[in-house]
């Protein structure tokens, strides 16, 4: 049996318009032999889960630079979990104080990647704690 590609959702939650790394990092992934999935600009988290559930991914990628970080990715852990994704990985990068990560963590956000972060270091935190599934 052959396995498919681990399929990753890169999402853009809330009003935050910088989309440059979110861009950079979708396509790197797919570069690594990744399925990416981007949906684009001011998500909310209904808009990231509903595609997360259509899409059938394996892991959910939230990079936001805002600042609303402790409000949106706690809605989306949620609403993940209320789905029945709570197998899906979720990770988030972006602009994250070091403080705030053991509550993100606590909310079901497996990492946090920070500027200066490589593909490649991504790339393989995923494939270590993702099982990708036959197709």
Partial sequence: MTERPIK??????????????????ARGLRDEGFEVVYTGLRQTPD??????????????????????????????????????????????GGIIPDADIAALQEVGVASVFGPGTTIGEVAEFIRTNVKSRPE
């Fill in 47 to 92: 808009m990231i889960v509903t595609a997360a559930l259509q899409e059938d991914v394996d892991a959910v990628g939230l990079s936001i630079l805002s600042g609303a970080h402790m409000t949106l990715l706690p809605r989306i852990t949620e609403k993940l979990r209320a789905e029945g994704l709570d197998d899906v990985l979720v990770l988030a």
């Fill in 8 to 25: 990753v959702l890169i999402a853009k939650p809330g009003l935050d318009g910088h989309d440059r790394g979110a861009k950079v990092l």
